[in-house]
């Protein structure tokens, strides 16, 4: 029976610290768990916190950490994923043409990275693992041209636009 009182009363004051926790605002939540909070301006040797530079309505210039993936399958878009595709940050969308300079190629977005690089990282599709690990990570200047419409999942213009580029 005190188990179980116990057990109850820790329960309370977790969901009690939980629902305090998500009433703060980051910062003061920041202060109460004693941590330090570095915005992307304050970050000192990370070159992607620059902002982007608008070049028209629809490109722009960014530095993003570029890596390479080797995954075989379906991407977030729903097409299989090949040589030309990366994957992009939910803020660029699907069917977006990302040009590296530095590389002289170009690759459209068909997947998306994971939500803890920070929407600053590019991962371009490569076919074997060796040339993943060899390209390994780097801060590459990236022009960013969004698409004219919006691409939906498995669209067929998205699987043209890819085929058109292999050519």
Known sequence: MITLLLRALLGLILVATVAREEVLPPAERAIAMDAVVISPSDAPDDPTCAPAIELDGRTFRQTFRVTAYCDRGLTAAGIPSGV?????????????????????????????????????????FMPVRSDCLKFGRNYLECEV???EQKVRYAEPSLAA?????SR
């Open 84 to 124: 030309g595709q990366c994957a992009a940050p939910a803020n660029i969308p699907f069917g977006s043409k990302i040009y590296v300079p530095s590389l002289g190629q170009s690759f459209i977005v068909t997947d998306r990275t994971h939500k803890r690089f920070r929407h600053n990282t590019i991962d371009i």
């Open 145 to 147: 041209q969004l698409p």
């Open 161 to 165: 636009t890819i085929a058109d580029r």
